[in-house]
Structure formats: structure tokens, C-alpha cells
């Protein structure tokens, strides 16, 4: 195919991908996250309408400590777009999701070509762990694409070394930035440009000797000075906390984080063990569990086709190109055994690997594809329908746990119902939206009118948008007439009552509905499990999920 074939094919690939986003945004649940990034975008924005005198947006809660890039953005989005407030959120989430799959994209197409490009994006979009928080995550997600993007600007960067372009340096500012503004570790991401300038350099030595090393030094390092001089201002504009002290704040957050216990106890192999020990082999397990059989394969053929160019030799941009992308995938495998972050949520802290793991993914078919150039007719046709199989079939797995993609696993653990008390599945409360809505018929199947209260596990910002009069948020947990539950770490079992509704796809149960009316007082009391895993409170919301000072 040609290169206009390929950009048309691109072209259609995301006017698909847009049109089913826009057909499934609004079936995706309120995680018990986005109440806060709700408030936050919100208050940042009066921030900045009220001139900088408006304090909500440099005491709430610990969003402080993060940008607003994303959060105020969907906040202003949420002024003009005819949705409700969470709907537009996930439509905006998902607007970042597609910008990282073009990121990606944008890398496989550098790399291997444009056939490349559109198996990456193709294989990012279709990554249920990318797919599923593409609605759902407004840190994580928006933060992931602006990593991508860094990391493509400095493969570019790599291709036009040493005579980089201005507007090459400029992007990779922007995109700094912007990962920046969402989050403080995206500091993380100038390891990509580092890694172009400190190969560059050590060309120069293998090339020139040790003179090579000071020779055009300050001219090559100057636009980096200037990446960097635009990421820093980039970052402030949208972070109202640091832009009062701009010259210590983004460190204080650094080392507050760095600081921080959150010990958190996470599901890994049938066992809980704390999010300040995990075991060295946490993320490998879990990217190995999570990524699809078929991508698992592909990326062992990417290794095997990318060992074999390396030997065989190739332009400098190109060998540099292809060792930045392994770098930014090698780099946090191999040193989390290492470092242990603290992590929980699956790997919902590591999503930034995975835009280059699909284009390392896309680059292995694309090779394998090339070596069946020259093989008869009926095995390229066998081996491409194979390809297309597995896609069909992926597909349709994705359709089946739909709204739940992001509680994926693959076949190796028996899939989200073999992993079901093994691993995170819906850690998150997504299915608190289907819950709500099934009591919210529940209830009116019923008819008699008469008000009834609901106490949620831990977050009730997440069912209160999607519960109906005469449903209301529980003021007493022991009074309170049905109990929505996670089932998360055992919430499911703190309090008594009748089963009348599971939540769950294939074989997992996610959430869950009691009703506790039959309960005598006493039985309400009572409290089978002493001390939930998951604290099973809600705090005070009004039935937008906005905060009520008049609950309890």
C-alpha cells in the first residue's frame, strides 16, 4: 500500500474509533476518583475567573499537589458541552485516550513505517487496560497520552540529531509540559530527551574520541535548555499551588510524594500485601496477566526482529529511534524490581507504558509480516487471517465485559473470572453506575412511594448521580435500608442483608445490592466482618455527587 493509502487507512481507523466512543461514553461508571478531579478542575477554573483571588483551587484535599491540564480543561468543557457533568468527563478522558493512540501512532509510523503507525494505534486502542480507564481515569490516561507525546517529539529529536529543529523542541516543551501540568512525576519523561543527547554524545566519542564529546557541545545542549524553559512554564500555568512559588512548590510536591506512606493493601496472587512492600515481580506479573495472549506474542517477535537489526547495523536515527523506545519500555520493568514504588490499582500507575509497548508490539507483526513476504500464497493468506482472527475475537471479547474493560485478564489466569479474588478486578467502583440503576428499577418495580436510603462502601459519589428518588444516600449506615458494595477486599461482607443484585461479567462479580429492610434492629446492627478491607463509608455528597455539609 502507499503512503496516501496508509494515512486514509489512519484516517478511518480513528473516524471508527470516535464514532464508538461517542456511542459508549455515557455507559461507563463514576470512579471513586473523579468526584475529586470534578472539584478540582471546577475550582481551578473560578481560580482563574475570579483574577487568582479564589483560594478553593490551593486547599482542596491533596489535588494541590497536582496540574490542572487535564481537570480544567474538562471543567470549561463541562460549561459548553450539552452532557452531564460525569458524561463530559469521560468524553474527554476519552478525547486524551485517541491522543495517545495518535501518539503512538505517530512513533510506529517513525519507526517502521505507516504501516507500523496504524498497528500501533490499532493495538493501543484495542488494549483492553488503555480501552477500559480511556473512559474512566482523568489522571492517569490524560497523563500516559502527554507522556507518549514527549516520547515521540524525542524520537524525533533522535531522527534530526544533531541538527534538531526548532519546532521539534518546541512540541517536546509542550508535551513536557502538559505532563507536567497533570502530574509532577512527569518529570519522569525528560529521561526521554536525556537519553537522545547522551547518545548523541556518545557517537561523537566512538566517532571522534574524547574531543568529539566537548566538541559543538553548548550549541547541541542550548535547544534542550529551551525544551525545558517551556515544560517549566507550560507546567505552572496550570498549576495554580506552584505557580505561587514557582521556584521551590514543584520540588515540595516531589519530595511530599516521595515522602508519602500510602500504605494500601492490594490484591496480588490470592494475597494482600501492602503497597509500600510489594513483591519485585508485581508489574511484570501483572502486565503479563493483563496484556492479551496475541500482543504477548507479538512483543516477543519485536524482540527477536529488533536484536537481529541492531546486529545488523543501520542508520544512527534509526538504531537511536528503536533503543529510545526499548529504553522507555526496559526502564521501568527493570527498575521497579529495584525501587519498589509504592503502587496500587493493578497497573493503573504504570499506563504510561503502555503506548510504547503497543508500538513495540506493532513493529514485532510488521516484521513478522515482512519474513512471510516470500513464503507461498496459502501461508500468508493462513497467517493473515490468523492475525485478523484474533483481532475479531479480541474484539468481541471487549464487547463481552463491556463497561469493564479495564477488569480484563487473559486467558493465562482464566480471565476476569479466574482472577477474581486473585487480583484487582473493578478496584475502582465503575459498577456502581449498573447497581444504582438496577435498585433504582428495583425499587420502582415495587411502587408504594415510600423514601429509602442507601449506604455505599467507601465512595458514594460514585452511585449518588445514577440513584432516583425515592433512593437517597444514607445519612446512618446501620439504619439504612439497602447496602451498594464493592466487592472489593471484603466490603461486600461488612454488613447483612438480602442479596437482590450482582453486578459482573464473566464469572466476576463486581458490585453488588442487599436489601436490609427485613432486618430487625439489632440484625442491622450487627456487622460480620470486623473492620472492612475497604472502609465502608461514604462522605457527605448531595445526589450530584457535590459535597453536602448537612450529611453525615
Request: with cysteine.
Amino acid at each position: 500500500m502507499s503512503k496516501l493509502a496508509w494515512r486514509r487507512t489512519a484516517a478511518l481507523l480513528f473516524a471508527v474509533a470516535a464514532l464508538v466512543v461517542f456511542a459508549v461514553f455515557r455507559d461507563y461508571g463514576v470512579t471513586w476518583d473523579e468526584h475529586f478531579h470534578d472539584t478540582y478542575g471546577k475550582a481551578v477554573l473560578r481560580h482563574f475567573e475570579t483574577g487568582f483571588s479564589d483560594p478553593g483551587a490551593l486547599t482542596y484535599f491533596n489535588l494541590w499537589l497536582y496540574g490542572a491540564a487535564f481537570d480544567v480543561t474538562t471543567a470549561l468543557a463541562k460549561r459548553i458541552l450539552p452532557f452531564a457533568d460525569y458524561d463530559t468527563q469521560h468524553l474527554m478522558i476519552a478525547m486524551a485516550g485517541l491522543a495517545g493512540a495518535a501518539a503512538a501512532m505517530r512513533m510506529g509510523a517513525l519507526v517502521g513505517g505507516p504501516r507500523a503507525g496504524v498497528l500501533s494505534a490499532l493495538l493501543l486502542l484495542v488494549l483492553p487496560s488503555w480501552w477500559g480507564h480511556m473512559f474512566i481515569n482523568p489522571k492517569d490516561i490524560p497523563f500516559a497520552s502527554a507522556m507518549a507525546w514527549a516520547l515521540y517529539w524525542s524520537m524525533r529529536a533522535a531522527s534530526e540529531a544533531p541538527a534538531v529543529r526548532r519546532s521539534t523542541f518546541v512540541w517536546l516543551g509542550l508535551s513536557l509540559g502538559v505532563s507536567l501540568g497533570i502530574r509532577v512525576a512527569g518529570a519522569y519523561a525528560f529521561v526521554f530527551p536525556a537519553f537522545v543527547f547522551g547518545w548523541e554524545r556518545l557517537h561523537r566519542v566512538r566517532d571522534e574520541g574524547a574531543a568529539g564529546l566537548m566538541r559543538g557541545l553548548w550549541p547541541a545542549f542550548r535547544p534542550y535548555i529551551g525544551a525545558a524553559a517551556i515544560a517549566y512554564a507550560t507546567m505552572l500555568v496550570f498549576w495554580p499551588w506552584a505557580l505561587r512559588d514557582p521556584l521551590h512548590r514543584p520540588f515540595e510536591a516531589i519530595a511530599t510524594f516521595a515522602a508519602s506512606p500510602w500504605d494500601i493493601r492490594v490484591m496480588f496472587e490470592g494475597h494482600l500485601v501492602s503497597s509500600m512492600d510489594l513483591p519485585r515481580q508485581y508489574l511484570l506479573v501483572y502486565l503479563g496477566t493483563k496484556l492479551p495472549l496475541a500482543m504477548l506474542a507479538a512483543l516477543a517477535a519485536s524482540a527477536f526482529f529488533a536484536l537481529r537489526a541492531l546486529r545488523a547495523g543501520g542508520p544512527f536515527s534509526m538504531r537511536t529511534q528503536s533503543l529510545l523506545l526499548a529504553f522507555a519500555i526496559l526502564l521501568p520493568l527493570t527498575t521497579f524490581p529495584i525501587l519498589r514504588p509504592i503502587t496500587y490499582d493493578g497497573i493503573r500507575h504504570f499506563l504510561f507504558v503502555l503506548p510504547p509497548l503497543a508500538v513495540a508490539a506493532a513493529l514485532g507483526i510488521a516484521g513478522a509480516l515482512d519474513a512471510m513476504a516470500n513464503a507461498a500464497r496459502p501461508a500468508r493468506l493462513a497467517f493473515s487471517a490468523v492475525l485478523v482472527g484474533a483481532l475479531a475475537a479480541h474484539i468481541g471479547a471487549l464487547a463481552a465485559i463491556h463497561p469493564y474493560q479495564y477488569a480484563f485478564y487473559n486467558a493465562l489466569v482464566g480471565g476476569p473470572g479466574g482472577a477474581a479474588g486473585r487480583f484487582e478486578t473493578d478496584y475502582w467502583g465503575s459498577a456502581y453506575r449498573e447497581a444504582a440503576t438496577a435498585l433504582d428499577a428495583y425499587v420502582a418495580k415495587e411502587g408504594g412511594g415510600r423514601a429509602y436510603t442507601v449506604f455505599v462502601c467507601s465512595e458514594g459519589s460514585s452511585a449518588a448521580p445514577f440513584l432516583t428518588p425515592p433512593l437517597r444516600l444514607a445519612k446512618d449506615d446501620v439504619a439504612a435500608d439497602f447496602y451498594l458494595s464493592t466487592t472489593r477486599l471484603g466490603c461486600d461482607r461488612e454488613y447483612d442483608g438480602k442479596p437482590i443484585i450482582e453486578i459482573g461479567r464473566d464469572g466476576a462479580v463486581f458490585a453488588l445490592v442487599k436489601d436490609r429492610r427485613a432486618l430487625s434492629g439489632a440484625a442491622r446492627a450487627h456487622r460480620p466482618v470486623t473492620g472492612a478491607l475497604v472502609a465502608p463509608r461514604h462522605p457527605g455528597l448531595r445526589r450530584d455527587g457535590t459535597p453536602d455539609p448537612t450529611l453525615d
